[in-house]
Structure formats: C-alpha cells, structure tokens
Nanobody, 115 residues
C-alpha cells in the first residue's frame, strides 16, 4: 500500500504562482506514470499533467505553458508548478500514481484563486 499526501495549496491572487507537492510513502521509482488531476465544484475530475518514469511529460492544452510537473526520486516527491494562476484554476488538486494496474490517489489540496 502506498500513501500519497499533497500539500502546497492555498489562496492566491490571479497571476500568482504556487508549487504543489505530493509526498509518497515509498519510492516513486516503481510508478510507471504519476500525475496531477483537479476537480472543481460540480465538475468532473480532470487530468492536468502527467510524467512517466522516463521523465516524459504531458499536459492538456488548457494548462500548457502554465503548469509544470516534475518528480524528485530522491525525495519520493511529485511536484506541480502552477504559474499565472487564473480564477478557473480554483479546484482541489489530487496526486495520482500508477503501478502497473493499480492506481493510488491522495486526498487532495485546495487551490483557490481570487482577488
């Protein structure tokens, strides 16, 4: 069993930046893919970034250029850098990790973008 714990959320003004972290309870080298999802009230959870064990990253067009995913295997931590935050980025952000056919989720961290 793996625990994922997100942190770094908070209240930010439009145009600001945040770095979210996801700490894993064991080595992240076992995960083929790790990613960040977000869910706003009344909306479905959506994928915002993925990174493979080889370091390849992927983003939907809606966040490309503003979101940057990275991983630090030495710290067993996944990161999401979010720049130029917009009110529509307000959501709970979840960390996800996939080990073959098992998916693990954190409980999320809330990001609120408001002036």
């Amino acid at each position: 069993q793996v625990q994922l714990v997100e942190s770094g959320g908070g209240l930010v003004q439009p145009g600001g930046s945040l770095r979210l972290s996801c700490a894993a309870s064991r080595t992240i080298s076992i995960f083929n893919v790790m990613g960040w999802y977000r869910q706003s009230p009344g909306k479905q959870r959506e994928l915002v970034a993925t990174i493979t064990s080889g370091g390849s990253t992927s983003y939907p067009d809606s966040v490309k250029g503003r979101f940057t995913i990275s991983r630090d295997s030495a710290k067993n931590t996944l990161y999401l850098q979010i720049d130029n935050l917009k009110p529509e980025d307000t959501a709970v952000y979840f960390c996800n990790a996939v080990d073959i056919n098992i998916a693990y989720w954190g409980k999320g961290t809330l990001v609120t973008v408001s002036s």
